[in-house]
């Protein structure tokens, strides 16, 4: 069965930086687009990034220029670096594989598969 294990999130003051792993298994990687999401406590879980399996990304416009995609196919893991970290950023963060190859967009009912999730909280 799909299997997404997240892992990388903690606490880190503000302009700091962390990097999520998200370790897949249980299916062929390599033919799927993958996506990284986040809920805030109270607030809708959203997209922040997604990457196709040719490397073509998109990201949301809070994350851009900040947050940066990418994967390692031989791994089956997908990371995300999250650089110039902002309190508003604190959320959980959910790895999430979408059911078709090329990635639609960064909505959340396009993914049917997701992991369990990883914290991240930044302070001031």
């Known amino acids: 069965q799909v299997q997404l294990v997240e892992s990388g999130g903690g606490s880190v003051q503000s302009g700091g930086s962390l990097r999520l792993s998200c370790a897949a298994s249980?299916?062929?990687?390599?033919?799927?687009?993958m996506g990284w999401f986040r809920q805030a406590p109270g607030k809708e879980r959203e997209g922040v990034a997604v990457i196709d399996q040719d490397g073509s990304t998109m990201y949301a416009d809070s994350v851009k220029g900040r947050f940066t995609i990418s994967q390692d196919n031989a791994k089956n893991t997908v990371f995300l670096q999250m650089n110039s970290l902002k309190p508003e950023d604190t959320a959980m963060y959910y790895c999430?594989?979408?059911?078709?190859?090329?990635?639609?967009?960064?909505?959340?009912?396009?993914?049917?598969?997701w992991g369990q999730g990883t914290q991240v909280t930044v302070s001031s």
């Open positions: 999430a594989r979408d059911p078709t190859q090329a990635c639609g967009g960064l909505y959340v009912a396009d993914f049917g598969y």
């Open positions: 249980g299916y062929t990687y390599s033919n799927y687009c």
